[in-house]
């Protein structure tokens, strides 16, 4: 599911798989596989069109700050809302998911992806 979850973000925000940081890196920068709980949380909002809303709040790629809210389906966010359950601010949202299962994922659908 978190694969899953973190897939559907990359293709339906355009965010980058990201990957694990050095220490010595000048800013932390955040893509999807490096999202914290504190990234993402679900807003108890609803559209018409019964999706749920998402507040994401990081600094992306270049240091540019990404602050969106985001409608996303119900299942979704249920999945982010368990994935956030026990953890702390700082903790991995995806923490069953690592950069390299994701960017196998994406070539398999597509193979030309660089």
Not at 34 to 54: F, R, W
Not at 100 to 107: D, H, K, P
Request: with cysteine; net charge negative; hydrophobic share 35%.
């Amino acid at each position: 599911r978190q694969l899953g979850v973190c897939m559907y973000f990359i293709d339906k925000l355009a965010l980058r798989v990201g990957n694990e940081k050095d220490a010595e890196e000048e800013a932390e920068t955040i893509g999807c596989c490096s999202l914290q709980v504190d990234h993402c949380k679900p807003v108890a909002e609803t559209n018409e069109g019964g999706e749920k809303m998402l507040r994401f709040d990081f600094l992306g790629k270049d240091s540019v700050p990404y602050k969106n809210d985001v409608w996303v389906d119900p299942l979704v966010w249920d999945a982010v809302s368990e994935f956030r359950r026990g953890k702390q601010g700082t903790h991995d949202l995806f923490d069953l998911v690592i950069s390299s299962n994701v960017n196998e994922a994406l070539q398999e659908i597509m193979p030309e992806l660089t």
